[in-house]
């Protein structure tokens, strides 16, 4: 295979011990083949639209980073506008939440061509192109429309909704079609593919050509599902560490006479928040016993604090913690401990390992790597249970989860319920087949598989003509 190119949002630096499993598995392939990684740089000018802002190289070993940086108007309508006001809502089933302003869809046009422009000057002829996300849908037919005729892969991090959904975009048969100039499409579940060749089939005439291919807009793509996973042996050395110990030791000191429950998400409405504090509002009042035994941990990292729906989450979240702490709380017992703060990666592991249940309930995700980190970090012999959310990318893969509807807090509740009381045998044989799963499929085989099927697909024939 040729130099792999990885095009995202954002860039990391694969050599920071910061990087999470995603950027240290792609650093992995970048630095094998001597890759270039093209994105925003994270930087804000005031030059006025349509001027060329600066673009920044760097060389991390073997592999370049190259970024550019956004004017302000770009980054209103292509970032906050479009990717988290439109796309990210849509895809999670949240129309109620989206703002469709056409100022918004333009520049996120603006900015794909701009990317496209930018990096069309730094490929080399075998170059193997990997896009990342729904920041950059576009690209490839915007890269396909300059003269472009390297493999371009595409992977959606976020779930993609069923074809009704999606025709609520005003355009969104020009962003799927614009998924359509990929050589392979790549979903984090079968759920999502599923949406996907039901939406070419229903609203682009799309003819099946064999396994996982189409033939479409008068090409062949390749769809398939490829549900990521984390660096399982990264992790496990992490919980080894002396910080995560030492996080773990004084969790089980301050927590030995009660059972922790452990919820770790970005601050987002996706994730459940909300619907998980009466789950667990639910559980102290029809399980009298858990008021004495049971504290929650919830860590809700600080995220997109520029769009308005997460301030409204936020002061929803805050008013029920305070509520539970309020009615069910004693002098020498609160049962929510709620910090609206980032935790270190390196001791995340360590509070992992001390809690006896892992809550896990979005409303919707892609897949949900806090679940695979939970199991990653768990002993063994005395490990935690995992309450999982069917709406959650994972539950395809983690059956041994006590999965839930996040929807339903009676359910829930009777579920947390159940993980609490589980015994040490039945907790080791889910931990067990949990861990065999998230080994077979960690980041590292995510980043091979996708890759080796991209390296099958056909090339695209120059000079086909895109858009
Ligand atoms: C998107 C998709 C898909 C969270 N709080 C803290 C912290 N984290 C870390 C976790 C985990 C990561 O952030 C969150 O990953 P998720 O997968 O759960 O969720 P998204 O951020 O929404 O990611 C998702 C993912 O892309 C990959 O494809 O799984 O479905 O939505 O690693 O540990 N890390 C630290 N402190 C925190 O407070 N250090």
Redesign the pocket.
């Known amino acids: 295979m040729g130099r792999l190119v990885v095009v995202s949002n954002r860039v990391a630096d694969p050599r920071k011990t910061a990087a999470?499993g995603?950027a240290v598995a792609l650093g992995e392939v970048l630095n094998d083949s001597g890759g270039l990684w093209f994105g925003w740089s994270g930087k804000l000018v005031e030059e006025p639209v349509g001027t060329e802002t600066q673009m920044h190289v760097h060389h991390a070993g073997p592999v370049t980073l190259a970024t550019v940086d956004l004017t302000r108007e770009d980054y209103d309508a292509y970032y906050v506008g479009y990717s988290n006001g439109v796309l990210w809502p849509v895809f999670h089933y949240r129309l109620d939440l989206a703002d469709f302003d056409a100022g918004y869809i333009e520049g996120y046009r603006r900015v794909n061509q701009m990317f496209a422009r930018r990096l069309l000057a730094m490929l080399q002829p075998d170059d193997v192109i990997w896009v990342q996300d729904y920041h950059l849908i576009p690209l490839a037919a915007e890269l396909r429309s300059l003269g472009c005729t390297q493999r371009i892969g595409y992977f959606l991090?976020?779930p993609l909704p069923p074809p009704l959904i999606l025709a609520a975009i005003p355009g969104h048969d020009w962003l799927m079609k614009g998924l359509c100039a990929y050589d392979l499409v790549g979903f984090q579940s079968n759920a999502d593919l599923d949406h996907f060749c039901r939406y070419i089939q229903d609203e682009a005439h799309a003819q099946p050509a064999g396994e996982g291919r189409w033939r479409v807009f008068n090409r062949f793509i390749h769809a398939a599902a490829f549900p990521?996973g984390i660096d399982v042996g990264e992790f496990r050395a992490l919980t080894a560490a002396p910080e995560a110990q030492e996080m773990y030791q004084r969790m089980s000191r301050e927590y030995s006479r009660r059972k922790l429950l452990v919820g770790?998400?970005?601050l987002?409405y996706s994730k459940g928040l909300p619907q998980r504090m009466r789950a667990f509002r639910e559980l102290l009042a029809r399980y009298p016993e858990t008021r004495q035994s049971a504290t929650l941990i919830q860590?809700a990292?600080p995220s997109r604090e520029d769009v308005s729906a997460y301030t409204d989450i936020l002061h929803e979240l805050e008013s029920l913690c305070g509520s539970i702490n309020g009615n069910y709380g004693e002098l020498d017992w609160m049962p929510v401990r709620y910090m609206h703060r980032?935790?270190?990666?390196a001791r995340?592991p360590g509070l992992y390992r001390a809690s006896r249940v892992a809550l896990v309930t979005p409303l919707r995700?892609?897949?949900?790597?806090?679940c695979k980190?939970f199991i990653a970090a768990q002993n063994p012999e005395d490990p935690g249970v995992l309450v999982l959310s069917r709406f959650a990318?994972a539950a395809e893969q983690l059956k041994e989860a006590l999965l839930v509807n996040p929807y339903d807090s009676e359910g829930t509740a009777a579920a947390i319920h159940l993980a609490l009381q589980m015994p040490l045998e039945e907790r080791r044989e889910r931990h067990k087949a949990l861990l065999a799963t998230i080994r077979r499929t960690d980041v590292h085989w995510w980043c091979d598989s996708f890759l080796d099927l991209l390296g099958q697909a056909e090339a695209e024939e120059s000079g086909t003509p895109w858009l």
């Open positions: 999470g995603l991090h976020i990521i770790v998400d970005r987002d860590i990292s980032t935790v270190a990666r995340l995700d892609g897949m949900n790597l806090v980190e990318g």
